[in-house]
C-alpha cells in the first residue's frame, strides 16, 4: 500500500512500526457547533483509509480527541475559547454544547456510514497527562513560562517547519490584521501550551495545575491524547489540509521534544471542500450539514459517493449541481445491481473474484484512488461472471466503500416486486434517474388521479412535458425520462 506522506511530500510506501497494531489517531472535531460537509469530507476519507487498512489485512487501533476546550478563535492562540463562543450564542453552558455537538456529529458520522473510532477522548478528559508533557517540556528548556502562560520555544529546535519550508514573516499566524500579538512570545511562533491568563477571564473550564489554575492549549491535546491511548508512536497522523500548521506542526514539535525520539512516521492530509466562495468553514457562519442536505432531499450516502468521486489530495468543490450529478450516479448503480439475478445453483467465480478484487485493491493501495475503486465497481457488473459471483464482489468491496450497495438494490427490488401487488406506486426512472422534484409532480399526479381531479392530473403531465419528462403509466407505477 503506497500513501503520500506530507512530511516528506513524496508518495511512501506503507510499513507499520509494528507487525501486529497500526496506530491511527485522527484529529477530531471542536464541538461548539455542526460539523459542516467540509469536515466530514475529510472524516469520510479517513475512514476510507482505516477501511482500507483493514480490508488489505492490517489490525488498526484509531483513537480521536474530541476539542472540547483550548480550540480559541485564531489557531495561533488567540481570540476567545471557540467553546465559550458556542455557549454564549445557545444561553448553555460549555459541557452542554460539547455533550449535544458531540452526539450531533457522531449521528452525522453514522448517517455517512463512517465508522466509531476504537477510542473517542474528550479533551477535557486528559488533563494530568497535558501536565506530565509540560513539565517534561519545561524540564528539558523547551518551554517557557511567561505573563502567566506555559509557552513552547519554537527557538529550540532545528527544523520547525515539517510541512512547507516557509519563511516566518509570511507564516506569522499570531499577527494577523486585527488579531493582537501575544508579547509573551519569544518567537512568533510560539504556541501556548498551558494558559493561565488570557484576556478572556471569563474561560469556563480550568484546572489546577503547577502553574496555576488554568487549561490547555489545543495542540498539546492530541499529543495528549494520542500518548494516552498509542503510546510512543504512531503510524498515521489524519486531519484536514488546514491543520498541517499551527496545529500539526506543533504538536510534532512538542511530542518529539518531549519524547527524544521520532513520534509519527506518515502524515495523510485530507484537503479541502470549497463552495464557490472558498473555503466551507464554521467561523464564516453558513455553512452546509448533513441534516440540510437531507432536507433538501439527499440522502446523506450520496454525498459519500461524491467525496469518492474524487481524490482526496485535490480541492473538492461543492455545489448542488454537483451533488445532483452523484445522487443520478447512486441510483443508476444501485438499479444496475438490483437488476442482478443469482440463483441458489450459482457457484463464487474464484478466478473472477480474485480479478476484480485484485484492482479494486490495487486502486485503493494508490494512494486511496476512490475515483479508480469506483470504476472497479462498474468493472464487476460488466465482467463476464455470474451474477452471484458480481453480488460477492460488490459486498466485499461495499466494506470500505461503505455504499451500503447491497442493502439498497435489495430494498429497491423489493419496492419494485411489491408495487403492482400491494396497489403500490412506484416512480422509475429510466436507467435508475432520480430527481426529488419530477418525482414529487409524479406523486401529485397520482394523488390527483385518486380524488378523480383529472384536470389536474393532465395539467401535471403538461408541466413535466414542458420540463422534458416524458410520462408512462405501467402496472404498479409511472416510468419516466427525460426527452
Ligand atoms: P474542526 O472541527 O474545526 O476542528 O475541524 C475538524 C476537521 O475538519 C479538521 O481535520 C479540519 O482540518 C477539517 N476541515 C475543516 N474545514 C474543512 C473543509 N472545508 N474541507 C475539508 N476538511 C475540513
Ligand atoms: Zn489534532
Given at each position: 500500500m503506497y500513501l503520500y506522506n506530507s512530511a516528506t511530500r513524496k508518495r511512501e510506501e506503507f510499513v507499520p512500526n509494528h507487525p501486529d497494531i497500526v496506530k491511527m489517531y485522527t484529529c477530531g472535531p471542536?464541538?461548539?457547533?455542526y460539523a459542516h460537509i467540509g469536515n466530514l469530507r475529510s472524516y469520510i476519507m479517513e475512514d476510507v483509509l482505516e477501511k482500507t487498512l483493514r480490508y488489505a489485512g492490517y489490525n488498526v487501533k484509531r483513537v480521536m480527541n474530541i476539542t472540547?476546550?483550548?480550540?480559541?478563535?485564531?489557531?495561533?492562540?488567540?481570540?476567545?475559547?471557540k467553546m465559550l463562543k458556542g455557549a454564549r450564542r445557545e444561553h448553555k453552558t460549555v459541557m452542554e454544547i460539547a455533550k449535544f455537538y458531540t452526539d450531533a456529529f457522531f449521528d452525522d458520522c453514522k448517517k455517512l456510514n463512517i465508522k466509531y473510532p476504537d477510542v473517542v477522548e474528550p479533551a477535557t478528559n486528559c488533563i494530568d497527562q497535558y501536565i506530565k508533557i509540560i513539565s517534561g517540556l519545561l524540564e528539558k528548556g523547551y518551554a517557557y513560562q511567561a505573563g502567566g502562560n506555559v509557552y513552547f520555544d519554537?527557538?529550540?529546535?532545528?527544523?520547525?517547519?515539517i510541512f512547507n519550508d516557509h519563511d516566518e514573516e509570511d507564516l506569522?499566524?499570531?499577527?494577523?490584521?486585527?488579531v493582537e500579538e501575544?508579547?509573551?512570545?519569544?518567537?512568533?511562533?510560539?504556541?501556548?501550551?498551558?494558559?493561565?491568563?488570557?484576556?478572556?477571564?471569563?474561560?469556563a473550564l480550568k484546572w489546577d495545575s503547577p502553574w496555576g489554575v488554568g487549561y490547555p492549549g489545543w495542540h498539546i491535546e492530541c499529543s495528549g491524547i494520542s500518548m494516552k491511548y498509542?503510546?510512543?508512536?504512531?503510524?498515521i497522523h489524519c486531519g484536514g489540509?488546514?491543520?498541517?500548521?499551527?496545529h500539526h506542526t506543533n504538536e510534532i514539535a512538542q511530542s518529539e521534544s518531549y519524547l527524544g525520539h521520532k513520534w509519527c512516521n506518515y502524515w495523510v492530509h485530507v484537503h479541502h471542500l470549497n463552495t464557490n466562495t472558498g473555503k466551507m468553514s464554521k467561523s464564516k457562519g453558513e455553512f452546509l450539514t448533513v441534516n440540510l442536505l437531507e432536507s433538501k432531499g439527499y440522502d446523506p450516502l450520496v454525498y459519500r459517493l461524491f467525496c469518492l468521486?474524487?481524490?482526496?489530495r485535490k480541492n473538492l468543490v461543492f455545489s448542488y449541481e454537483n451533488l445532483d450529478n452523484a445522487a443520478v450516479t447512486y441510483q443508476k448503480l444501485i438499479t444496475r445491481i438490483a437488476a442482478l439475478t443469482p440463483d441458489d445453483t450459482q457457484e463464487i467465480d474464484r478466478a473472477a473474484f480474485d480479478a476484480c478484487k485484485e484492482k479494486f485493491l490495487a486502486a485503493l493501495g494508490n494512494d486511496l484512488n476512490t475515483s479508480l475503486a469506483l470504476t472497479a465497481v462498474y468493472d464487476v457488473l460488466k465482467y463476464k461472471t455470474n451474477d452471484a459471483t458480481k453480488l460477492a464482489l460488490l459486498a466485499d468491496f461495499d466494506q470500505v466503500l461503505s455504499l451500503d450497495l447491497i442493502q439498497r438494490a435489495e430494498k429497491k427490488r423489493q419496492e419494485l416486486e411489491a408495487a403492482p401487488k400491494a396497489g403500490g406506486f412506484a416512480i422509475v426512472g429510466e436507467d435508475g434517474a432520480s430527481d426529488p422534484q419530477v418525482e414529487a409532480l409524479i406523486t401529485a399526479r397520482q394523488d390527483a388521479k385518486k380524488a378523480k381531479n383529472f384536470g389536474e392530473a393532465d395539467r401535471i403531465r403538461d408541466q413535466l412535458k414542458e420540463q422534458g419528462i416524458e410520462i408512462t403509466d405501467v402496472p404498479g407505477g409511472v416510468k419516466w425520462k427525460r426527452i
Open positions: 471542536t464541538v461548539y457547533h472540547d476546550v483550548g480550540h480559541l478563535a485564531s489557531d495561533a492562540d488567540t481570540g476567545e475559547d519554537t527557538s529550540k529546535l532545528e527544523r520547525y517547519y506569522a499566524v499570531g499577527v494577523r490584521e486585527g501575544d508579547t509573551n512570545k519569544r518567537n512568533k511562533n510560539d504556541f501556548v501550551l498551558w494558559f493561565t491568563k488570557s484576556k478572556f477571564e471569563d474561560q498509542l503510546g510512543e508512536d504512531l503510524d489540509i488546514d491543520n498541517a500548521f499551527p468521486q474524487s481524490h482526496y
